[in-house]
């Protein structure tokens, strides 16, 4: 009984070795740990006696394709659920990062969390842009001006339904402000008139958006006159002239908020500190790519709960199919592990065989599944509900980080799925492997 | 003594793919109520298939087989299934109890086919039990129980029901010398003092000195052996 | 039934086996409660029980356009139009904005069009006469520990006071709780008077957020809308009135078409399960075929063979099943406690048992099917001879 029980307790410890290590070590650690076994298996005699155990036991799976196909495509379904779930996220995260740079910063209402809830008056626009750290253009005009964020609600081509898209109105610096828009359609808009573009993710989303077409805002007649890209979340949006979309939605000259390029990354807390000392503002300055990582934080890491929670659940599901397969196994091979041990086989390359035939159906399955995510899944568009209560577009993204994460994991239910039947199959009493004759 | 089972004229043939095999061959044989009857022969002569058909496990090619006056050649898988649950017990060699039941469990299967209450069961299940001395034995599995204890479950099984025949497939091949003379006393006893009629095949003479008469089999036909009854019919 | 023991008995044939199987179909059913009471959670105000007769109006151009508080008598003057009420969106932040919860301030009659909510009399009365008084719904006072008596303050994002600080700071007067289960989501909401708001905020007086409008009649909602809109037409503020429960449908689709996400998982686990249950399912057959053959034996039909078998899946199916919702049940009621209404989840409530254990019976008849006909199928002489 302490026999088993003390076996019980080093295997578990083992196991749980085994695992945090898969976690926390780099790929060239894993590749190294590969190559020593790779070695191992070649050139020394216990080694190679393993590897001919483990050749025979990869030789019976198509006798027991049923079970095999457990092990592989319960990993599959895992590793490709957990992959997909988590591309989501990291799609989320990458296209809001993207948006914003270092050199450029965003003044928002003190107190605000997003474009939208913020409100600035325009002489807090003149009074940034007259700043010190803003950098001025070759004409020595600041590059900062006032941007009014606000929402239209226009059907969904794939619904049908209304939901919110971003209006930007921008200022004359807008162009030098957001170097990445480029027009790929039309023409900009021109100031003072109702005119918009409208950007790549925001034509693919909703109706109406293509250049010539019209829109009713307010009870005004706006055109649609040329269509940008710019690569990142802005591509979600339609931009105006600020003053004539302030005038739609009765704003009169307020903004929402101001954005400046600094005259050097480092300026932005000289600029802020100035800004608060004073007394006729109330006002916060981030980068735009702080500000943008911000807003990505809250539905990012809700993702990423969701979809590692999702993929534990299955895991474990997944590992108790591999333990059901591989005890099976074992007990169907009893006979020739008995035999094997009769001749002279110790149980190490036993124990070492059945493991590795677990591992490398397991891997497979991780590959098959990691393989189907990336093929179905990778740039996938799909949008949601961002921080200004309109719709972003984000592709899903399938990094190689997200493959890699899902190997481990494939290889660790295969650890666990192997080891224990593995353990059970060296310690099969010769004499009871033999009776089975 | 009535003849209980009429057989005329039986042959079994299997067909594995393109390959005919004639197991049995225009059998002719009664078998009297209350008969102890052993089939002997060498492997591969067909008795083992001429108990099966006796049993109504399988149906034959030709002939009839009239059992108590029914002919079970005639029936269907269904009719068959309830004809046994009826008529007849099995005995096997290598047991065939059902390793997760307790013996009295074991023993209770036959009943579950009929309308009795479970407290019923349970009554006739203990009395078949008492039959074969495992009285004792009841909460017992088959996994705790020697080779000749599971056989005396086996065949407390095979007469819960109190069927008309008792139809055995070498009961005592796995069985020691001690065992096997214990299995045949209790057949005899099952015979003798409760009238059962009693088929058993086997390959061991001495099995076969406990039964009243014997038959030889070979290749599917009926030969003049030793001890051949008044109403056997050798087949031409 | 009878044979009850032999299904049992055949099931813990091989203990470890039907453990691990066990073990696997729960985790699939935790999953399925797990999901299933996300989706719901996000789809409460797309379902029949709530707002069958309540209309919204927006702004036709935006929702963060406001609308003018003369369109309430003109509301009111609509034939078929039972009550008007009218809110703005607040959007305050209680210490932190991870504590997000929706907060507004409310029409004095507002809560009178929700008789889903309950609130006592007192509460009610006393909510009208206090200028600063908030009412919330009971799963927000439980995951804040709030009383009636408090004073909560708020941080405000859009709308400051006139002397310009953020801070709004209410009385706790009332606490209601939804008489439906299923509405229980919605006790997450946080309202204060509108006069106090409009008086208090910097800008934007007298405009409203939205109104609120009940009909006296259901079948009428479409044409009373259609009237109210026709009030606007043409002028600055054109407003959108749909049913209540199509606007939160039309909401909750801007989020992400969470139903096809969740069926596309419950899909990837339900057929790895099948697979893995089916798995263990025909082994355990193949190893009984010899004593299914002695049961044929005996006598037992074809049909009581095919249906021992079949029992057996769907008992091992049901039971994981039950499990895993159980626990599933666990799980979500810990997280609404700790975590409110920061992850929005439906507790597991009868519609979700239903149709897990439909589920399992389901799956338990498919994985079975095989393996049964194959028992009933055998052919006694060869199966006992080892063939």
Known sequence: ?437 | MSTLVEIRNLSKVYTRGTERLEVLHHVNLDIERGDFLALMGPSGSGKTTLLNLIGGLDSPTDGSIAVDGKRIDALGEGALARWRAAHVGFVFQFYNLLPMLSARKNVELPLLLTHLSAAARKRNAAVALELVGLKDRAAHKPAELSGGQQQRVAIARAIVSDPTLLVCDEPTGDLDRQSASEILTLLQQLNSEHGKTVIVVTHDPKAAEYARHTLHLDKGTLVEGGGAPAGAVASA | MKYLHLVWAALLRRRTRTVFTLLSVLAAFLLFGLLDSVHSAFTVGSRDVAGVDRLVTVSKVSFILSLPKSLYERIQAVPGVRAVSYANWFGGIYQDPKNFFPNEAVAPNFLSLYPEWVLPQAERQAFRDTRTGAVVGASLARQFGWKVGDKIPLQATIFPQKDGSNTWTFDLVGIYHASDPKLVSAENLFFFNWDYFDEARQFGNGNIGWYITQVADPREADRVAQKIDDLSFDSDHETKTQSEQAFNVAFVSQFADIGLIVGAIMGAVFFTLILLTGNTMAQAVRERIPELAVLKTIGFSNASVLSLVLAEAVALLLSGAVLGLLLAGVVVAAVRLKMGTALPLDPVGRDIWLQGLALAVVVGLIVGALPALRGMRLRIVDALSGR
């Open chain 1, 1 to 437: 009984m302490l026999n088993d029980a003390a076996v019980l307790l080093a295997m578990l410890a083992v196991t749980g070795l085994t695992v945090v290590l898969l976690i926390l070590a780099p790929w060239w650690a894993l590749l190294l740990l590969v190559l020593l076994l790779a070695a191992w298996l070649l050139l020394t005699r216990t080694g190679r006696q393993t590897w001919s155990v483990t050749e025979v036991g990869l030789a019976t799976i198509p006798q027991r394709l049923g079970s095999a196909s457990v092990v592989l495509i319960g990993i599959a379904g895992v590793v490709g659920v957990l992959v997909a779930l988590l591309a989501m996220a990291v799609g989320f995260e990458a296209t809001l990062k993207e948006t914003g740079s270092d050199d450029t910063v965003i003044v928002l209402r003190s107190g605000s969390q997003t474009e939208l809830n913020s409100v600035l008056s325009h002489e807090t626009a003149q009074l940034v842009a007259q700043e010190p750290q803003v950098l001025r253009d070759a004409r020595a005009q600041p590059i900062a001006g006032p941007e009014l964020v606000v929402v239209a609600s226009l059907p969904r081509k794939s619904t049908g339904l209304d939901a919110n898209v971003e209006l930007r109105g921008v200022g004359a610096q807008a162009w030098a402000l957001h170097p990445n828009v480029k027009i790929t359609a039309g023409r900009r808009f021109a100031p003072g008139l109702r005119e918009l573009i409208a950007g790549k993710a925001a034509r693919q989303q909703f109706r109406g958006l293509e250049p010539g077409a019209n829109l009713k805002l307010n009870g005004q007649q706006w055109t649609v006159v040329g269509a940008f890209e710019s690569g990142d979340a802005h591509d979600s949006e339609i931009w105006g002239d600020a003053d004539v979309v302030g005038s739609t939605y009765r704003r009169g000259s307020s903004t929402t908020t101001v954005v400046a390029r600094l005259t050097d990354p480092s300026a932005r807390e000289a600029l802020a500190a100035s800004l608060a000392s004073d007394p006729r503002l109330q006002v916060d300055v981030k980068t735009t790519r702080a500000y943008y990582s911000a807003q990505s934080e809250r539905l990012t890491r809700l993702l990423k709960v969701l979809g590692t929670v999702v993929g534990a659940i299955m895991a474990v599901g997944a590992t108790f199919g591999a333990l059901n397969s591989m005890y099976a196994a074992v007990a169907a091979r009893a006979r020739e592990i008995a035999t094997l041990r009769a001749i002279g086989f110790r149980g190490v390359p036993v124990v070492i065989s059945v493991l590795l035939e677990t591992m490398l159906l397991a891997l497979l399955g991780g590959v098959i599944g990691a393989a189907v995510a990336w093929l179905l899944f990778d740039n996938y568009t799909a949008s949601t509900l961002g921080a200004n209560f309109s719709q972003v577009v984000f592709n899903f993204k399938v990094s190689p980080a997200l493959l890699w994460s899902g190997l481990k994991w494939a290889l660790a239910i295969g650890f666990i799925g192997g080891l224990f039947p593995a353990v059970r199959a060296a310690r099969i009493a010769v004499t009871a492997g033999l009776r089975e004759l």
